[in-house]
């Protein structure tokens, strides 16, 4: 009996053979098992490396954080450049790493899946591919590199990512500034396997316009170890004040601010405008 | 058979033992299969239930679950939201659990949104497992009875249904990505239904195996429904040796071979006519797009195809006889209406060409649109039958190919490992396209196709539709109005040769060895790197050489025998010109053909005095170019067994060798010649007489009244004397040309 072959069954090529028709002439007299004419396909070797480990650990969207070897991880450069009708072009540069837009929601497979874009801390925005575009305003950008199955690759427990500061204002209408924007003017953080992912951590923008706080004043809530950026913007000439931590930034008027610290108290923290007396938000560190 | 066909075959087999020889290497074959039958036919097409679940599958993060169902519509979700809790008490996490827990026909496992990788299945075999003793494909994979399944479900599939009996599989999801199983390149099949009569799959994804995502094998009854299956070695979809199948609303893409594969379909209808009661697979509304080929059908047997896309591929469709071990070969009754197959102009040969395809299947990056073919095939082309008979190709739209719209060639028997002489020439008849759009899409716009119609010419009671465009040959056998009734039908044994020369170098594809042929344009040969052209260019040269030596040797006063070869060297030029890929659908071959026939009919007349018999021969050889340009070009000559280049190749190898000794032999002059000063040299350094009258050469002259005049009896410069009046049948005679001058002279 001879075996049953499936599939070539495509596409026939074989046309081919056709002439050769007879070739009869050999086989009648053998008679032997069938055999193919056709040429071997590909290998059919099955996969059995892994995708990495699955950790407890979640990033602030809630994706869990899949580790790999840092020998093996893929690396992410991004940079930013100002865009002429506004907000950033940024363009990533990926190691050990392909965008595989196409098998989004699959198994998470070594080296591939997209990038996740978090502006000032919030996730906005997915990259399937090197290029992007960020609308003005932000202040910061991490890209985090993410599995077809949303996972966040990681190395040494922190997420795959690198931060750039979105500095100066992104032109918004550009005023002509030839020298600025052939260069990048924001200088491209990179932090390719990043190692210590939450650098800027969280980051909180305030603007205080005369005795109001935009957004109003409410809490934050910090896990304790956790890393926040304050980035405030007055109209006058100020200073903010962390209670407890005991930090202070300086506030000109109209130039942002940037305040950093890593939560390591737990409590409740008022953030407050030395001359002015306003309240900005709380922090509530658990 | 009458003695002549059977010359003919005899002539056939010889050609082919020869091509066979080049064409046998040393074969592996694609994908092996324990031996399987055709079910006996008693079962039905399976009927989806709707009621509660009988099992249910779903994962236990709420959280993710949440995310996935939060933009179903309100009642679909709310049913996923209550089937996940009765899931939490009393379902299973992974698939193969639930079709484990199947303990009677007739149940339902519901499978609810997630990504379901069945770690379980995943472990490499061990134990018994490990130590199976079964053949090993020549790929390394073991050929595994069906007891060996069973005894190890999870050494080749990741999820395994073995017998089970109307067992229905449905994703619960809004759309048929919400549930996808990934095998992550990690085992042959996806999903296996293995004598699991009455099987019906709905509503989810397969993806990412080294052979096919979901295969169902020797089924009586079976459903695919809304499914999708992607990036596979070979196939999307496989359907073996089953019967009483329903594929509808399906979708493949990313596969080596094809998306769908209805794979010997029961054999139900062989022996009879167009008229059949039923089909054994029925396809309706899926989608085949971004694989080698969209749908392929090695003994795909009474399949009816209908209503489906097959685009983007190398090619729509294929079915066809030229692979062992399928039951029901030779492929036969596939039925395709209403379909729409275009723009099947992918090439992924390069992928071959530059190493791609020999990395191992998860490195290849076929979710980024690599493909590897794992056969050779023609890219551009709608609908490839390689060997197949009764099919029926009607009312489809089949447009924008870069190659051809249909393509047919035979696949002799032997190819597919069957000895017997009577089978040799049972493909490709009966094959009928009618009705279908050819070069115009649905809306009307036209998007050609660069050829409608390649067929190699072999085979009885194929037909085409008489609007067919751009075709070779350019004379096609018509299709009536009924089924049955063909005008201008042909029965031939062989295709044309050069066409065959063609698919014998372009069947020297290994993707392992990663071999493109060189000379077949399938893999982006172009000009003279085509065969076809070379062979052209071959032939003219050698033709050219001779004809001009003979010409200039033998006819050199002629006037006429040099017009006509000036027409053959221009027709030998127009020859290798239509060879071109771009040409040869065009009048140019045939009026090639034309100008080389009037030469050789020309020349042959011309010769007639000299060499009655090369004469002849050369007369003959020009009638079969004439009707080899009228068979091309204007009506395929019926009742003739071979085509006419057939035997026009055949004779044209012993005229030149014939040529090249006429033209080239020195023999002493035969006949009188009558110069009037005897004594100086022979004429042959003298031009002929403006105003000569008399056109045939001397050689004929010499019984005329004229040259039996007293100078006949002189001869002059011959070495050795010869009888004067006998010339005429000297096998060669150097100074034929000089004699018509010298009869003028006399």
Known sequence: MTRATHPRGAATPLLSLVLVLAAALPLAGCGGPATTHHKPGTTHEEASGSSGTLLPARDESGHRLREVPAATAPTVRVEARPDTEGGWNIHLTVERFRFTPDSTGGAALPGRGHARLLTDGRETARLYGDWGHVPPGARTLTVRLHADDHTVWAVAGAPVQATVRLDGAPAAPPSPRPSDTATAPAPATTAPPSPRPTETGRTVTLTIAGKTVEPPPSRIELKKGERLTLRVTGDRADTVHVHGYDREVPLSPGVPAALTLTADRTGLFEVETHESGLLLTQLVVR | ?746
């Open chain 2, 1 to 746: 058979m009458s003695w002549t066909r059977r010359i003919v075959l005899a002539f056939s087999v010889v050609l082919a033992a020869l091509a066979g020889a080049l064409l046998t290497a040393p074969g592996a074959q694609a994908h092996e299969e324990r031996p399987v039958t055709f079910p006996d036919g008693s079962g039905t097409v399976p009927q989806p239930r709707s009621g509660e679940p009988d099992l249910l599958v779903c994962k236990t993060d709420r959280a993710d679950f949440a995310r996935r169902i939060s933009a179903f519509p309100a009642p679909v979700k709310a049913r996923n939201l209550a089937l996940l809790d009765r899931c939490a008490r009393e379902g299973y996490r992974h698939l193969q659990e639930a079709v484990d827990a199947v303990d009677r026909p007739g149940m339902t496992i519901a499978v609810l949104p997630g990504l379901y990788e069945e770690e379980p299945s995943l472990p490499k075999p061990t134990g018994a497992c490990a130590a199976l003793k079964a053949p090993n494909s020549s790929f390394g994979y073991q050929i595994l009875s069906y007891e060996q399944q069973r005894q190890c479900p999870h050494n080749q599939n990741l999820v395994a249904i073995l017998g089970k009996k109307n067992l229905q599989i449905e994703g619960t999801g809004a759309s048929r990505l919400d549930v996808v199983f990934d095998a992550k390149y990690q085992k042959l099949n996806g999903i296996r239904a293995d004598q699991s009569d009455g099987v019906y799959f709905r509503n989810f994804t397969a993806q990412r195996t080294t052979f096919n995502s979901l295969y169902v094998l020797a089924a009586d009854g079976f459903v695919i429904d809304d499914v999708l299956t992607r990036w596979n070695d070979e196939y999307g979809f496989l359907t073996f040796a089953s019967d009483h199948g329903l594929y509808k609303n399906c979708e493949s893409y990313g596969n080596g071979d094809s998306g769908i594969y209805p794979g010997s379909a029961s054999n139900i209808n062989d022996g009879r006519g167009y008229d059949v009661p039923r089909y054994s697979i029925e396809i309706t509304g899926c989608r085949s797009h971004h694989n080698m080929v969209g749908y392929s059908g090695t003994a795909g047997d009474s399949v009816w195809v209908h209503d489906n896309e097959f685009d983007h591929n190398m090619g729509g469709a294929s079915m066809d006889s030229a692979f062992p071990g399928h039951p029901g070969l030779p492929q036969n009754h596939a039925r395709f209406e209403r379909n729409l197959i275009h723009d099947n102009n992918q090439n992924y040969y390069p992928y071959v060409a530059d190493g791609t395809c020999a990395k191992p299947p998860v490195e290849r990056g076929y979710e980024r649109g690599v493909v590897c073919p794992q056969i050779s095939m023609p890219p551009g082309t709608g609908i490839i039958t390689a060997g197949g008979n009764w099919n029926l190709y009607e009312d489809n739209w089949v447009y924008g190919h870069q190659r051809a719209a249909f393509y047919l060639n035979a696949v002799p028997a032997f190819i597919r490992g069957e000895s017997a002489w009577a089978k040799q020439f049972d493909t490709s008849h009966h094959n009928r396209y009618a009705g279908n759009h050819l070069g115009v899409d649905r809306a009307g716009n036209s998007r050609p196709n660069r050829t409608d119609v390649w067929w190699d010419g072999q085979g009885s009671g194929n037909c085409w539709q008489s609007d067919a465009g751009a075709a070779s040959p350019g004379a096609l056998p018509g299709c009536g109005e009924r089924r049955g009734d063909v005008s201008g039908d042909t029965d031939r044994l062989v295709g044309e040769p050069v066409k065959l020369a063609q698919l014998l170098v372009c069947a020297d594809y290994n993707v392992q060895a990663r071999r493109l042929p060189a000379g077949c344009d399938w893999y982006g040969a172009r000009g003279l790197q085509r065969v076809e052209t070379q062979l052209a260019l071959g032939s003219a040269l050698v033709l050219a050489l001779t004809g001009t030596a003979l010409w200039w040797r033998r006819l050199r006063g002629h006037r006429l025998a040099g017009l006509a070869t000036l027409a053959g060297l221009v027709g030998l030029t127009l020859d290798v010109v239509g060879s071109t890929l771009a040409l040869t659908p065009t009048a140019v071959p045939a009026l090639a053909l034309l100008l080389m026939g009037a030469w050789w009919t020309l020349v042959g007349l011309a010769l007639r005095p000299t060499r009655p018999v090369f004469a002849w021969t050369t007369v003959a050889l020009g009638a079969l170019t004439l009707l080899d340009a009228f068979d091309k070009a204007v009506l395929m000559v019926p009742g003739i067994p071979l085509s006419p280049a057939w035997f026009r190749l055949l004779l044209g190898v012993v005229w030149v060798l014939w040529a090249v000794i006429a033209a080239g032999t020195r023999t002493p002059p035969t006949t009188p010649t009558p110069v009037p000063t005897p004594g100086t040299d022979s004429a042959p350094a003298t031009a002929p007489e403006p105003g000569e009258p008399e056109l045939t050469p001397a050689g004929e002259a010499a019984p005329t009244p004229a040259s039996t005049s007293a100078s006949a009896s002189e001869p002059t410069s011959a070495p050795t004397s010869a009888p004067t009046s006998a010339s005429a049948s000297a096998p060669t005679s150097a100074s034929a040309e000089a004699r018509p001058h010298e009869e003028g002279a006399a």
